[in-house]
């Protein structure tokens, strides 16, 4: 009996460090299920919203997610991804849900900022996008090349040019390099400003990087050069690059338009033998345009028998035309064929009563020619009495260099 008595607080003992024991396992399997429900019932949840995203059903999606939050269920970055492509064209919306998870601390999907950076610039907000892209590298996720474009695209409309070069320095420190794509957003952006010296820079970079510009580039380039009387720059661009691209009709425009303005006759010659050479155009026939120039320039020059060779082949003569050859035959002094063309062009309602001589050649530049610091090139064969544009412009559609 006192041997029993003995053991009584040694088994007690026992039994109570049992107990604890088996009460600390049961309260860690209790937390480890607790989590594992809550997670599992954030799946469902996300399953539940997917079949909702798929029918569309935008009211449903915010029903749910406002019982989740009521039930203390804490969304994940795949209920925020579905909740900004369901509201992704309402840029309101955007901003309130990407609120919401900035306060939850959900770290977002890649499409979710694409999402959330598509709707900044829809709305102008570059600076906001910038933060949000230094954000995104701060949280370890990848900025892509769609992303990079839209903040592109956001400084091309807002006018940055300053911005879109930040940009393409940013893409080469993140390892990805700048596509042709970007490289023509940003010189096409400049052309447009008239930033020579940043247009130059950007084009010596995309051929460092062995990238070659297309068309588009080469004659917004031109262009640009020949609204600024930058006539030898935009000849000798044309001479470095003719060899690596082939010219659209857009690319003739501009060249025909610079040698002319130019008063470079024999580039101008040798480039209506190429334009006329068969497929060089692809098959396009040849705008009006190009026969107006020809001709007036075989005026400047005193040379009627080209000009009117020139003349017979244009199938559908408009008012420069009519007002090329016109002036042509007057400055020949052969003022009978003057009034004939005259009196034809008036019964097509071309050219009604003009009684002075005007410059028929319409320029194809978008670009205005007020000065921007830019010293024109000298160049051998302008002269002071090269032409301005006409007082009435073309009845024949020119190309423009942002076209």
Known sequence: LLLVVGMIPFLAIRSSGRTTHRFQYLSRYSTQTQSSQAQNTVVACNKILKTLLEKNDKAGIDRMYTKMISDGISPDSLTYDILLRCHSTNNTSIFDI?????????????????????????????????KLLSDMRAKGV????????IILNLCDKMQRPQTS???????????????????????????????????????????????QPNTKIIASMITMYTSLNRFTSAHRLWIETRKTITPDIFLFSVLFELYYRAEQWEDLENLWTEVRTPGRTGG???????????????????????AEEVWEQVSEPDRST??????LYE?????????????????????GSIKSKT???????????????SSPDP?????????????????????????
Request: charged letters at 20%; proline letters at 7%; hydrophobic letters at 35%.
């Open 359 to 373: 410059n028929p050649i319409a320029s194809t530049s978008s670009l205005s020619s007020k000065s921007t610091g």
């Open 165 to 211: 070069q930040w940009v393409l320095a940013e893409m080469r420190s993140q390892g990805l390099q700048p596509d042709a794509l970007a490289y023509q957003s940003v010189i096409l952006l400049c052309v447009r400003l008239r930033d020579t010296a940043s247009a130059e820079e950007i084009l010596k970079a995309m051929k460092a990087s062995r990238i």
């Open 331 to 351: 400055s020949q002094g052969l003022s009978e064929k003057a009034n004939a063309l005259r009196s034809e062009s008036r019964a097509k309602g071309l050219l």
């Open 322 to 327: 009519y007002s090329s050859v016109i002036n």
């Open 284 to 306: 396009i026939p040849l705008p009006t345009y190009f026969y107006n120039v020809v001709i007036d320039a075989y005026r400047k020059q005193g040379k009627l028998k080209e």
């Open 379 to 403: 160049s051998p064969s302008s002269s002071s009495s090269s032409p301005s544009p006409s007082p009435s412009p073309s009845p024949t559609p020119t190309p423009t260099a942002t076209s």
């Open 98 to 130: 990407f609120k919401k998870s900035e306060e939850q601390g959900v770290r977002l999907s890649k499409n979710s900022y694409t999402i959330l950076l598509r709707a900044f610039g829809s709305t102008s907000r570059l600076e906001e996008a910038k």
């Open 142 to 149: 990848a900025v892509t090349r769609p992303m990079y474009a």
